[in-house]
């Protein structure tokens, strides 16, 4: 598909953000009239009306660009929420086939930003992206001394259209509530009041990368060697310009390109869950916008590899622009909450939902919403009893749930804190990641969650508590989670064999 154009004066269409689980119901009531409940014509119907709507949605992005195609991108991940048309259309077109602007368009920033056109700047420049995303494109280049750089340009609109964008879209939001009480994302407005300015700008983005790297280097040296950021080159950089190394990789659902180059997707998404698990439960400053197209997947540089041959993966984190972070009570405890949901211990869950703030009422929707689980597997001491098997059954029960509380979704997400709420939007986007390479989740994923959060509970008491009895204490319950952990271990290995052998 070849991205369209971005055009600066597109004004923006009210239609762009009018969908919710009330009108999508709306919009196919009208087609499944006479229908009979369970029958094919009716499944073949509303397949066709939700795709049609999906492709108009996609249209309108499009056309209103910048913030509109933010929310695309979200409504991409949401696949517990809505049809899977929807998800479907989205998650292929928003990530990184998005409007381009034009070369002119391009030269106008370059000349504003460094005083030249780009064939000066550089002493080779593709006009042509090799990527548009929502908020800039990326192109080629190779600086005068030989070295290949990609060049990330800010979409020129942006600057000029974001505050009517965002007023346009709080309209929209407010209007809906209005509509329909249970519709309640006034939160969405106001996180995207405080992310934006930050994502548009590019310094912003840069310094953040540089950040994740020293945690890793600092906090988690483990797996330091695994993890990677393109180079920023400074001197070529601005508010709205990034130069940065080039990098050569598999996107990380693109599982083909992955195993063509020696490694298994395995491999990855135990790295994928790893990575981010260190980054919210021990970090504390979180890439909010892992989708796929953010991910890249390359052999490691020392050349390492598995006992049976296979190739160590590297990942590579880009797109900096959106990180939050966690003060200590809240990563303290988000990671308890997780250590719980995996341990299947349901007052820990109690617990530690209600001081996030999910409410003694909702907390059991709260667990449901992580983990897209119903609770009585939540709470199942079975070994798998997080694992998603992606099959159509689960997706069907899962938005059966979402259709059927989601009054009680909406009030719980005006509830949670903003930056829960981008945790949640984390989990969505390594949900996805993870269902690409795996075809579902794995419950080797759910061990890394649980080692490392029950490692960062345990390094957060530990600063807190200064007696030795105390620390003795802290040392039993460290020793007591190490046994469970190994007893999940081995059930998952017996599991495996299991599997293997019928």
Known sequence: MTPPQLSSSAPPSLSAFSVTPQLLHLSSSYSLWGLPEGSNERAKIKHEVHLRSARKLQELCFRNGGIYIKLGQHIGQLEYLIPQEYVLTMRESMLNKCPVSSYDQVCEVFKKELGETPDKVFDEF??????????????????????????????????DTAAADQATVEFLVNTLHRLFPSFDYRWLVAEIRESLPKELDFLIEAKNSVKCL?????????????????????????????????????????????????????????????????????????????????????????????????????????????????????????????????????????????????????????AGILTMRPWNRVIDPAVDHLVIKGTDSDRSELQMYASQYFPQISELLSRLPRVILLMLKTNDCLRAVNNSLLQGSSLETFLIIGRVSSEAV?????????????????????????????????????????????
């Open 458 to 502: 345990v390094e957060a008491k530990m600063t807190q508590m200064k007696s030795l009895f105390s620390r003795i204490d802290i040392w039993f319950e460290e020793f007591l989670f190490e046994a469970r952990l190994l007893a999940l271990q081995i059930a998952f290995w017996l599991l495996r064999v299991r599997n293997a052998l019928t």
């Open 126 to 159: 593709d006009p042509k992206p090799i990527a548009s995303a929502s908020l800039a494109q990326v192109h080629i280049a190779r600086t005068h001394d030989g070295q290949k750089v990609a060049v990330k340009v800010q979409h020129t609109h942006m600057t």
């Open 214 to 366: 020293e945690n890793f280097r600092k906090l988690s040296p483990h797996i330091a060697d695994y993890v990677y950021a393109p180079e920023v080159h400074w001197s070529l950089s601005t508010s709205k310009l990034l130069t940065m190394e080039f990098m050569d990789g598999a996107y990380v659902n693109d599982v083909i390109t992955i195993q063509k180059l020696g490694i298994h997707p395995s491999d990855v998404a135990r790295l994928v869950s790893q990575t981010f698990a260190e980054m919210m439960f021990k970090h504390g400053f979180v890439h909010c916008d892992p989708h796929a197209a953010n991910l890249l997947v390359r052999p490691l540089p020392s050349g390492k590899r598995r006992i049976f041959g296979k190739k160590k993966p590297q990942l590579i984190l880009l797109d900096h622009g959106l990180y939050k972070e966690l003060d200590f009570s809240t990563r303290f405890s988000y990671a308890s909450l997780w250590r719980a949901l995996v341990f299947s211990d349901a007052n820990g869950i109690k617990e530690h939902s209600v001081k996030l703030g999910a409410g003694e009422d909702l907390y059991v929707l709260f």
